[in-house]
């Protein structure tokens, strides 16, 4: 899950890290109100959208006056922003942080990942910040440099005063840049983030640094027990489909094939997808309806997948164990009837009550294609394509 700039930084600032002032506006004049609060000569317009690279599309202007402040509000809000992240349809702005401008004498990279392969969390810092950081670890990887945590100890001091002179820090800089180290490492430990990026960490006037960008986001899984930062939330930031699959306690995830999977089990969605592939066909998404899936649900499952303009055929493949045949084809069944379904539909049944569900299909009278394994499956659901094409 992620979250906007403002609110990282927020979030931030409760743990020690150094931010500029500032607040998020959704309008021209409370834009304006909140510059004219925030005093000074100078604030930066930022477009808040779940993706980097504002600064080269133009989500991120310096504003000398608070007309500029007004017009640079005007000209994000209700437009699609394109950076090097969006892809080119863009994204949405619907609201921008207005914020104190810095003036910054050199730009820092710092972030925090979890690498799988040490199962650590993983500093990751570099004296050349900025805009083309992405770039710099291409070009020169040994610009990069890299420091796990352990667990048990946490992130030592020693180790953020080894990061901060590596990142060519020097005098009190190296205790500031080791402060927000450890706020930043307490943040992501806290609040389960899976990444954390401040970019650039900056050196402002007389030497002080601060995060003048923050990125963070966060497992999904464990959210659970951090009603804080579930409530930061950005819904209009997500794939619309899967927000309503999640609504409905069903996990999608969109592809770009043509075959819609609905299966039960995380593992089943990948032995689907291979098999299909396997036969040369393309998975369009997969939605997993979990165990003890309701006639309503694998309704609802149908709707999802089919709000996907490139499905042209659906294969249904469930192993029950939790489940039950005989619920899923009812659902089947159900959705048949109340969903205007073109496309042709694959159908696989296995386990608990098999024996209840397949004659609940047949009876129905709908053309449902009934195959006996995963691969007869597959196999059924690329010919079906292939001669439809
Ligand atoms: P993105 O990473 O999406 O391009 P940033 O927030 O990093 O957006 O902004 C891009 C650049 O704009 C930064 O690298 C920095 O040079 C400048 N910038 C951002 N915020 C400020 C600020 N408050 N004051 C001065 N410059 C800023
Ligand atoms: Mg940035």
Redo the contacts with the bound molecule.
């Keep these: 899950m992620n979250i906007h700039?403002y609110q990282t930084k927020e979030l931030l600032r409760g743990f020690g890290v150094p931010v500029?002032n500032?607040r998020v506006a959704h309008n021209v004049d409370n834009a304006a109100t909140i510059a004219e609060d925030l005093g000074g000569e100078?604030?930066?317009v930022?477009?808040q959208i779940h993706?980097?690279?504002?600064?080269?599309?133009g989500?991120?202007r310096?504003a000398s006056s608070l007309e500029e402040v007004r017009q640079f509000t005007d000209e994000m809000i209700g437009t699609y922003l394109v950076?090097p992240?969006t892809g080119e349809q863009g994204r949405l702005v619907q609201r921008v942080l207005i914020?104190?401008?810095?003036?910054?004498n050199k730009?820092y990279y710092l972030g925090m990942v979890i690498d799988r392969a040490t199962q650590r969390i993983t500093v990751i810092a570099s004296a050349s910040?900025?805009?083309n950081i992405e770039e710099v670890a291409k070009t020169d990887p040994d610009r990069v440099i890299r420091e796990a945590v352990d667990p048990a100890i946490g992130l030592a001091g020693f180790q953020c005063r080894k990061i901060a002179a590596r990142m060519g820090l020097a005098g009190k800089q190296i205790g500031e840049a080791a402060k927000i180290m450890q706020a930043l490492y307490r943040c992501f430990r806290d609040k389960d983030a899976l990444l954390a990026e401040i970019?650039?960490l900056?050196a402002?006037d007389e030497g002080r640094l601060?995060a003048?960008?923050?990125?963070m986001s966060f497992d999904s899984n464990a959210m659970y027990r951090h009603s804080d930062i579930i409530e930061l939330r950005d819904f209009d930031e997500e794939d619309v489909k899967e927000v309503e699959a999640s609504g409905h306690g069903l996990n999608y995830i969109a592809l770009d094939g043509d075959v819609g999977c609905i299966v039960n089990g995380a593992g089943l969605a990948m032995a689907t997808m291979d098999a299909i592939s396997f036969h040369k066909g393309r998975p369009a998404n997969f939605l997993d309806v979990g165990g003890g899936a309701s006639p309503e649900k694998v309704g609802n499952a149908f709707r999802i997948v089919l709000q996907d303009p490139n499905v042209k055929a659906i294969l249904v493949n469930i192993f029950a164990g939790i489940n039950r045949c005989d619920w899923i084809a009812e659902g089947l069944v159900q959705a048949m009837r109340d969903q205007d379904i073109q496309v042709p539909i694959v159908v696989r049944l296995a386990g608990t009550n098999v024996e209840k569900g397949a004659p609940i299909l047949k009876a129905s009278g709908f053309p449902f294609i009934m195959a006996d394994n995963l691969d007869d499956a597959a196999t059924k659901v690329v010919a079906v394509l292939e001669a439809a094409a």
Excluded at 99 to 104: F, L, P, T
């Design positions: 700039e500029p500032g100078r604030w930066v930022k477009a993706a980097g690279g504002r600064g080269k599309g989500g991120v310096v950076t992240q914020e104190q401008a810095c003036k910054i730009e910040g900025g805009m970019n650039p900056a402002i601060m003048l960008d923050a990125k």
